[in-house]
């Protein structure tokens, strides 16, 4: 199955870091490109970045380009979001899953319990 453990949220100031991991069963990474998303409170979960099987390529939303940074390990199954300049918007709930295509748009398995992200002051 496709299972993800996501880790390395937590409360920050604006213009702080954090990076987040997700590591995945398996050899997913050979596989699958992983999509990192977020859900804030009341809204609907949205696409943050997508790297593609091997790490070849990455994918970004408009909202967090030139901020974060996704990056793979593929001996470890893990996938790094590397977020800096964080700002108040950037708190949500994180998660990432295996996805097809270079924007992540067709995701696979099922869903973690993501790591939150608060950024206040």
């Known amino acids: 199955q496709l299972q993800f453990v996501e880790s390395g949220g937590g409360l920050v100031q604006p213009g702080g870091s954090l990076r987040l991991s997700c590591t995945a069963s398996?050899?997913?990474?050979?596989?699958?490109?992983i999509g990192w998303f977020r859900q804030a409170p009341g809204k609907e979960r949205e696409g943050v970045s997508c790297?593609?099987?091997?790490?070849?390529?990455?994918n970004y939303a408009d909202s967090v380009k030139g901020r974060f940074t996704v990056t793979s390990d593929n001996a470890k199954n893990t996938v790094y979001l590397q977020m800096n300049n964080l700002k108040p918007e950037d708190t949500a709930v994180y998660y990432c899953a295996a996805a097809y295509g270079s924007r992540c748009k067709v995701t696979l398995g099922s869903w973690g319990q993501g790591t939150q992200v608060t950024v206040s002051s």
């Open positions: 790297i593609s099987s091997g790490g070849g390529s990455t």
């Open positions: 398996g050899s997913i990474l050979d596989y699958y490109a």
